[in-house]
Every structure is written in C-alpha cells, then in structure tokens.
T-cell receptor
Framework: EAQVTQNPRYLITVTGKKLTVTCSQNMNHEYMSWYRQDPGLGLRQIYYSMNVEVTDKGDVPEGYKVSRKEKRNFPLILESPSPNQTSLYFC?????????????FGDGTRLSIL | DAKTTQPPSMDCAEGRAANLPCNHS???????VYWYRQIHSQGPQYIIHGLKNNETNEMASLIITEDRKSSTLILPHATLRDTAVYYC??????????FGAGTRLTVKP
C-alpha cells in the first residue's frame, strides 16, 4: 500500500533532549516536506526537499534540521527541543516538484516538549 | 501563491450534496486549485485538483468558474464520515502548499 509513514506517532520529552522524527515513503517520490500544525495557525511548512541531498527552508525552519540521504527517507531533527516546538507534525511527499502533483501526508506525530 | 477565501463553517444534511465554495480572485494562469480535507487531527487527505476544466473523481467534483476566480467542491452524497475541515489551495510549480483556515463541514443526520 502506498503510504507516508511517520514515527513516533506520539512523544513526550523534555527541553534540550535531542530527538528525531522519521518519515518514510514507499512511492519513489522525489519531493518531501515537513509541516507543523498549531491551533489558529494552520499548517506551516518547516523544510522541504526536491530530491536526494537537496533540502531547503520553508516558512518556519528555526530550531529544526533535516536530511535527505536516501529518496525514501526524510527525518526531522530537533537538536535542542524547546516547549514552543510542541505541536502536531506532518510529513508529506509528492511524485515530483511540479505543481500539478498532489502531496500525500502521513498520519502525524504529536510532540510535547516539557 | 494566490490566497483563498473560504467560509469558516458549513452544515450539510446527511445524504445531500455538500457544496463548498472557494474564492481565489488573484489566481494566475499557471496555478492549480487543490482541495484537501482533514478529519480531526489526521493527516490532510488529497481530494481533487484542477487547472481550468471541471474535474470529477470517486470522491468529489470540482467546478471552476470560467474566469478561474472561484471554485466549488461538491460531495454528491455527504455522509457523517465527511465531517472534516476542507482546505482550498492554489499553487504553482514551486510545490509550496499553503494551507489556510479552511471550512469546517459538519454533516448532520
């Protein structure tokens, strides 16, 4: 089944403890991205990647890192998490960077930073 | 990307058609109209997209006006499981999805 898989689905952790949220897609998609969703602010893009070894900042990249060493994986790294990064995170992918390709989203990761 | 305007909420009776409007008066010629929905806190689900022609798939129909300044998503026979927030997005080839507040559709028995 074609899907975008995020792990973990839920995580409660403490300020400053490095964490990684993994994202994997099995559709051979070139484009992948990360969003966060906060009440009243909607979905905002954190980082995106147009292909392997190509990443770029979205609207809210501060405090996050990403890597794209393989086509299928696009992990989101919080080197030193802070409470303002408590949020619901979504990974998405699409076949190519072209605008007429829909993005497919994962089921989300709910992070709580205490 | 062009901005979109959607009503914050709508109700629909179960079994009836749900017509969700979207205004995108500043849309440019190479921008597509996309519709997604989000059920509770699940990941946004792609519904349909189009450029200028009307489109239909197994989930919905998309009607785009001739001047492309507005569109309507039609769920032909709404069910309780269609209760969700529906997002209308216009985007071009830079593939940057910008989600607004969307329309909260409530399907009532």
């Amino acid at each position: 089944e074609a899907q975008v898989t995020q792990n973990p689905r839920y995580l409660i952790t403490v300020t400053g403890k490095k964490l990684t949220v993994t994202c994997s897609q099995n559709m051979n998609h070139e484009y992948m991205s990360w969003y966060r969703q906060d009440p009243g602010l909607g979905l905002r893009q954190i980082y995106y990647s147009m292909n392997v070894e190509v990443t770029d900042k979205g609207d809210v990249p501060e405090g996050y890192k990403v890597s794209r060493k393989e086509k299928r994986n696009f992990p989101l790294i919080l080197e030193s998490p802070s409470p303002n990064q408590t949020s619901l995170y979504f990974c998405a992918s699409s076949l190519t960077v072209l605008g007429n390709q829909p993005q497919h989203f994962g089921d989300g990761t709910r992070l709580s930073i205490l | 990307d062009a901005k979109t305007t959607q009503p914050p909420s709508m109700d629909c009776a179960e079994g009836r058609a749900a017509n969700l409007p979207c205004n995108h008066s500043t849309i440019s010629g190479n921008e597509y109209v996309y519709w997604y929905r989000q059920i509770h806190s699940q990941g946004p689900q792609y519904i349909i997209h189009g450029l200028k022609n009307n489109e239909t798939n197994e989930m919905a129909s998309l009607i785009i006006t001739e001047d492309r300044k507005s569109s309507t998503l039609i769920l032909p026979h709404a069910t309780l499981r269609d209760t969700a927030v529906y997002y209308c997005i216009v985007k071009d080839n830079n593939n940057d999805m910008r989600f607004g507040a969307g329309t909260r559709l409530t399907v009532k028995p």
